[in-house]
């Protein structure tokens, strides 16, 4: 139907083309899109902007007074604890948490109260996550670090605004969790739409690789995460050429694999969790499928490696930050939380680490006052370019966290890391 | 196949028919209607004091209802002394108390009534006081007993077999137990008196056979219970009883479906003392009875609708008619099961809770258990006011409750006792007897059982009878 | 499907035009006429649109057991309150509260509803859904029922049929054969189970599906149908009047054949063919976020973070407290959108909503309910 | 020939049997078959008593057994000349000429009809047929049946009004009320009744209804129950009040004194709670009325109908003499009728504080301040009414197929009226009046019946009190078709019911002398093959499943989890409940273990007609089918239910309560079932 209308675009196009270009020459485009692939850029301003200012809180609450006689400061924790595969990053991302919350409480907690992290597995039955923040409601939180699970987090997410409860996420990178307007949340961590430009970027600018197929989880990680990809390949020309799925937990990849083989690509994205990528990886060079691979930044785990062996050699895939970084504030953070979990910290203890320090400062800062907790955290100034030992956090008008992440790949059976390549403007190549 | 299978099943039937027909067989049926009673040589009745009934020198006479005064049979022509008549369900034998010689010691005989032959069944080193048939193979009967430790002598009640083996106490606190007849639910009714810490008054108290579950069923304090009891029908329990101020005693009827509050005085209006009553129906019953020109207590007819003594039965100057009975077959009382546990040492009793009491409620926060001697440990009461306890099986207690600071807020209660592996519950202390309990958990049952005697030297709970058991 | 479209399309195109060409020739349409002194207080001619005045506000200071108040529901003659301690019943001029020691599920009431045929009430709380008839409380959670999830956005009674949104699918519970079916990405349109608010109307149940548009379920045919955004977009909408402005859709209301929904981007029309998209930028809405609307008639009100707007097609009438003291404003724009010529103008209000972040309403004849975060309200029809 | 040899035979291998259980060593193996058995070594060895009396069907069952029309309610024409008569075994409406005492015609009505009404004009009857779900509009001219009325499930009670347009009907089983436009017939609506509501009465004005339940409303575990009575609105057609009766259940008619000032229930009150130590002091089970002032927040008094030592057990309908002087309460256990003087109940009422009636609610003694006589009458006295004058009680005695007929003056029987039931007590139905009756239990405080209501279950929990007192706690089980699922009790040690209701059963339930043999062959013949679970015709009334149970029973059927993990067959739902009877008969551990039980496995427990037989597990802690899952199986020990989601558990449970009878699942193959729902 769309080539029906394509004369109307063009005008409208022509009508808005300048103002279109100007506007990009001064600001970053949301969600740090690249021209290229910003949806309808090629040829029609939207009618409306969702996300170009932030979405302001208007309700009452900052009228209310401190309450008086706290013994403890009660932060809440909304993540994977028990009965997930998630569960040893969700632990990860509680001591971090806790690493932030001690070392704030040797330094006197807020006005001499201790700060205390109350614990919310997230897994559970049906909905669970939304029924922990009301149990958080219930137990006076002023705010909470959560979570890693898309489908947690966005059910959880919804119940701040009824509750308005500050929520500070650090672990879930699906880019429409800050989507929804509810202006109670800030992200901490780069998300799946950072992926999916800085491997398109990557794939089709840098390796200049054309045919590539998808496979991935068939759950919502997949579905949501592997969407920014898709549009970006229309968008530069190189639709994938199969996008093909796999039920979580499955153990054989062969039909799958098959189609990809037969579909011809020049390239592989993997969309998943560590383990099944990694099998499927292995089968898939078992096959004979030797086309270079990259994946989501669930493949960069030591469970990957072990699982995929040498196959993993060379697969490509993004990371939210880099460990390796000769940054003091990081190399401190490593080694303090090694001495203290006896465990070597991940991308979800460091991002942790940072938003619960966020929520921390955000307290300090405006009291004890949910309201105006959140009004520090989203005032776009406060924590603008906060300096995180995961990185810099540079916020996007839907609090998304835009700051640089990394890519990494598999030499010798370690990641190594490089910075994404930078957006090339190239020409606009297709109408949509 | 179904019709084979059912071809069985006739054939076995038929084959039923009459193997049962040959094992059962008719047997002949004593002569109804005579009645049997304690004839006494006259003696002046001291009320008190003829409680134990062991008359010297009385025999059982036996006479025809419808026939003259004075006429008669003595069944116990070989006893020096013989009392207490009891006829057995199927009216076949009679239960007495008896003496051959002077010096003997009562002890319980059977009588049989066909052929009059007697044989002992008890073989005492005391005295037996009082005796009954219990639904089943046993009896029951009193005999004086004396505590050990504190040298306190009482009157308990035991039971035995027919044949004088298996010899079990059945009640254990400091009281004078009587039997007074067996209820037809199963329970024996007992004339009790409490004689130690001190002379209490005469009540009756229901138990069932084993020992368990002793509870008030007859008390007033306006006159001193006396005589014996019989019940006719489930319905009615008569007795006799004396006006403490006036002395004269009467016979009165109390219903069995609420004994407590019901009691009918039928002959507080004819002059004379009336010492037993036999109902023979809803319309008569016979008395033993003693006008006040008379010199002796004689058997007469009593027609209770209209409140009158009609004619004598047996009325002869010498002697002092009591204890009448009637030879005929009667409903035997329910066998109550047996639910005790002989290998335990100990009773659970649970009271719901103890400032639920007769005039209100209470400020108790914990119970004192007294033993005949000494304390034998204070126990804390739950939030509810309930309390769970593993009592020394067979031994009598009493319960006082307690405020915080120790005083006695309530009791100390009527003497009570578990027998072993016994379980029993009360509602409150000194409760209403006609109130049941609430429907609520007590707490305390939610602990173990606190073990009675507290042990000083380590006050931790101790733990229930561990005995599994299962429940239906 | 694509020809269904195309139709649509059509009638959109030139609204497109009309309204870009506005936007060139430099027409704001963020700017009101403001009311020349003189006749400030006189309401200009709404049409058809009651207007609300003599507003009265009740706090906990009046005995209300909170000042958040997430819903409200006029029952006859009474009135039923959510709040975040409690469901408070206004009866005889007296406020009385129930709690979870009365027999209520959870303090926090978030939606209440009354079964026309019962009488009894059905409410939505933080931790299961109450069911409260003649002074006894029933509850019903995910543990103890087929309820999916114990939060409940919204409840409602169709018929015999009560429906609940929850974030585990839309729950539908037949109260004859005490049986419940769980509506959600598994046997209805929708990608997550997310579900928002909840409408009945012609036989028809509308679903506000967080993420997932509307989807409508016939309960004669037990067909499901779905309206997304068909721009996939959730960062922008790239035409208006195309279907539903948002994939996360806040709230849906039924009433005369017009299905109204509302997101926190922006309100949403359908009349069953025609959808119709209305923003704060091009038309009297107050704001795009839009936490509740409920349509009377003709007339929907949209529950916004910058107050209350209603309007019926043709005229909108908001409603907004100044930032101090208690006096507010009444915001007349006449005519549906800027690009239709609609004109506004402003008129100063003694009393007003009392809080302009607005989460409920219920009406009765000439009364309007307004829950809000900061207190609950009364107004009186004036107009 | 074939055949007569084959006689020959038959009756040789009898004549073996019959002499070698008489002398031989079979005589032994006999002895010891009964012994275990009955687990007693004193049982007669009689063969019949297992083997003819509990034959459930063929021609044996129809020879031992008779058709016995045990009337239920009744009704009472206007001009007071005929009685109109439910017979609930014999399925009929019996018409009977109050002059002559004779039947004079006999309709015949659905299955187990309930509740009979005549029209003000007495032409019409209605009846519901609570086993049909229907409600029947018989002409009394023509004794044809006009019209049938589609109801809720079970209906029960009904109250005609509004000039008899309208009729409300109690669905019994899915406790609601229905309301029917008797000019369309159409259903206007329903209203939510208590739990298991039954009778149903009018106000004499005519503006409200108050509606009797059975079974205990929800509540905590372990906490006071209560039951409720509704109250309707017979204008607005809405509830208007849910009386709350605290610590009773099972009340199962309600009725008005004419002043209307008062409506009186009738109720128990069991003591579940207590551990069941004792019987002596009401410890067990008390009975009752619950008198309820009908003025606004009017109070409600509960007054006990017993006495110290004796019970008038299992109350059922209650009718209030048309001078409002007297009420008759029908003690269907005790097999009385007791006669309340509502003078004194109202004396009673005004005189006392408020302290001191909640106080009567528990005290035995205070009876005898308006009771004035206990009537005795035929077997299980059950529904009851007055004659238009005032002068009569008719009162069905269910178990006796007669009418007594109470002069209400002399409080004496005047006369009885046969109707025509057969003639001859069988086993079974001796059996069946040992159940109902509480002459087995000490001081006739309970019958079989009180826990096992229509032989089902009470829905309470009781501490039996198997090993020191708060341990042990048992939901009561359902005793309707269990012929075939032995083991018995939760913890599986009876392996017979002659066993269940043997010694142990007197020493710790009953408590008082146990069954005579012969009574205990007739109880047990009873159990074995007297009783029906009652249609699921809410939830299965063709069936033909809906799809949700459908889905459901695929979920039930399942070898392998959503994520296709392989499901251990020791932890499938069909393994340890398979079809006909949806249990293995063996003892499991499925994780419900209490620190207050002695035993760790239990008894599988049948699932046939479970929907409303809640509370569930051993000990009764899931009030609903879902916390068997959602609160009570942490760990996948009942079942793998951990990776289901919510609706895929909501499937399961509606497929569970679909289950019908064992008969319909005879000839299910459970390995074709596994094949079928496993298939991909």
Known sequence: MKHKYQALFFFLFLLFSVFVVSAQEKKTNYGNTPDEVIPYGGFHKAYIDFFDKPQPFTGAGREKPEPAGLKEIRIGYLGPLEGSVMVPQGIQMLQGAQLAVEEANKKGGYKGIPFKIMEHNDVGLWGAAANKVVAMNDEHVWAFLGSIDDINTHVALRMTLKLEIPMVNSGDPDPTLTETRIPWMIRVIGDDRQSCYALSEYIYKVKKLKRVAVLRVDNRYGRVGIKEFREAARRMNHPLVLEIRYAEGDTTFTPQIQRIIDSEPDAVLLWGNAKETALALKQMRKMGMNAPVFGSDRLMSPEFLKIAGKDAEGVVTTCQYNPNLDNPKLKAFQKNYKKRFGMDSDVFAAHAYDGMNIIIDAIKKAGLNRAKIRDVLTDMKTFQGYEGVAGKIIFDASWNDIGAIWMTEVRNGEFHFFPTPPFTSGKVACNN | MKLKKQIVIIGLFVAAVFVGGYITSCSNMPANGTIVFTRVPVANIDVEKAIPHLFKGANLQAVNRMGKSGEGENLTPGFYSACSPQVSYDAKHILFLGQKTETDLWQVWELNIKDKSTRQITNCKMSCNSVCYLPGDRIAFSKKVTDKKTGITSNALFTINMDGTKLQQITFHPHNDFISTVLKDGRILINSRQVYPKKGKVKYLAMRPNGTKAELFYADNSAAIYGQCVNEANKLIYFTEQNPTTKKTDVAEVSYNRPLHSKINYTENIQGNFYWALPLSAEKMIVSYQSPDSKNVGLWNFLQSEKKISEPIYNDAKFDCFEPVCVKPFQRPKKLPNDIVMAQTSGLFLCTNINFTETGTTQATKIEILGLEKSLGTVDMEKDGSVFLSVVADTPVRIQTLDNENNVVSGPSEWIWVRPFERRGCIGCHENHELVPQNIVPLAINKSAVIIPVDSTNSKKGSEITKVSEMK | ?383 | MMKKRKLFFLLLIIVVIVIGFSIGPARKKARQHVNYMTAVDDHPLNCLSCHLYTQRSGFLAKMINASYLSPYNLAVAPNGEKLFVVAQEGNALLTIDTKTNRVVDKIAVGTQPHTVLISKDGTRAFVSNEWDDTVYIIDLGTSEITDTIKTGNGPAGMVLCNNETTLYVVNSFSNEISIFDLNTKKERKRLVAGNNPVGAALSPDGKQIYISSRRILPHKYRTPISIEITVIDTKTERVTERKILNDAYLSENVSFTPEGDLAIATLIRPKNLIPSIQVEQGFMMTYGIAVMETKKNGRIVQLLTDQPNSYCSDPFDIVITPDGKKAFVSSSGADIITVIDLTKVRKLLAESSSEQLKQYANNLGVSSKYVIKRISTGANPKGMKASPDGKYIYVAERLNDKISVINTETLDIERTIDLGGPKRITVARKGRRLFNNAGHTFQKQYACYTCHPDVGEDGLVYNMAGVGMGRNVTNTQTLRDIGDIAPYKWNGHNQSVYKQDGMRFSTFLTRTEPFAYDDLDALVAYIITGIKNPPNLRYNPTGKLTDAQERGKKIFYRTHTNDGKEIPPHNRCYTCHPPPDFTNKRLEDVGSLAETDDTIKFDTPQLNNLFNAGPYLHDGRAQTLEEIWTTYDHGDYHGVTSDMTKDQLNDMIEYLKSLRDAKFYENVNVEEEVKKYNAK
């Open chain 3, 1 to 383: 499907m694509d020809s269904l479209k195309q139709n649509r399309m059509k009638g959109v195109n030139l609204i497109i035009i009309v309204l870009l060409s506005f936007g060139l020739f430099g027409f704001s349409p963020g700017k009101r006429d403001t009311v020349s002194k003189k006749n400030k207080n006189s309401i200009p001619d709404t049409g058809e649109m009651p207007v609300y005045g003599n507003w009265k506000t009740f706090t906990k200071k009046d005995g209300l057991p909170a000042d958040k108040i997430y819903c409200v529901r006029v029952d006859g003659d009474r009135v039923l309150v959510g709040t975040s301690n409690g469901m408070a019943v206004y009866e005889n001029g007296t406020w009385k509260t129930y709690s979870v020691k009365d027999g209520l599920a959870h303090k926090g009431v978030l939606s209440i509803d009354v079964s026309e045929i019962t009488g009894d009430v059905w409410i939505g709380t933080l931790g299961g859904l109450t069911r409260w008839s003649s002074g006894s409380f029933h509850t019903f959670t995910q543990l103890n029922s087929g309820l999916p999830n114990d939060i409940i956005y919204s409840v409602i009674c169709d018929g015999k049929d009560v429906w609940v949104a929850t974030g585990g699918g839309a729950g539908h519970y037949d109260t004859y054969s005490d049986q419940w079916d769980i509506y959600m990405e598994r046997n209805a349109p929708m990608h997550e189970p997310w579900t928002y608010g909840v409408c009945a109307g012609d036989s028809k149940i509308f679903i506000a599906a967080w993420g997932g548009g509307v989807i409508e379920f016939n309960t004669k045919t037990k067909k499901f149908r779905d309206y997304v955004d068909p721009d996939e977009q959730m960062e922008l909408d790239v035409f208006p009047d195309d279907g539903v402005v948002h994939d996360i859709t806040t709230g849906v209301s039924y009433a005369k054949g017009i299905l109204w929904v509302g997101t926190y981007f922006g309100l949403s029309w359908y009349d069953g063919a025609h959808w119709k998209s209305y923003f704060d930028h091009d038309s009297g809405l107050l704001s795009n976020f839009i936490n509740y609307l409920k349509a009377d008639g003709n007339v929907a009100w949209m529950c916004t973070d910058k107050g209350l707007s209603s309007f019926n097609g043709k005229t909108w009438v908001s409603y907004q407290k100044n930032e101090t003291g208690k006096t507010g404003k009444i915001i007349v724009t006449k005519g549906p959108r800027i690009a239709e010529g609609a004109k506004t103008k402003e008129v100063a209000a003694t009393s007003s909503i009392c809080h302009n972040f607005v989460l409920g309403i219920d009406f009765n004849d000439n009364e309007i309910w307004v829950a809000t975060s900061k207190g609950l309200c009364r107004g009186e029809k004036i107009k």
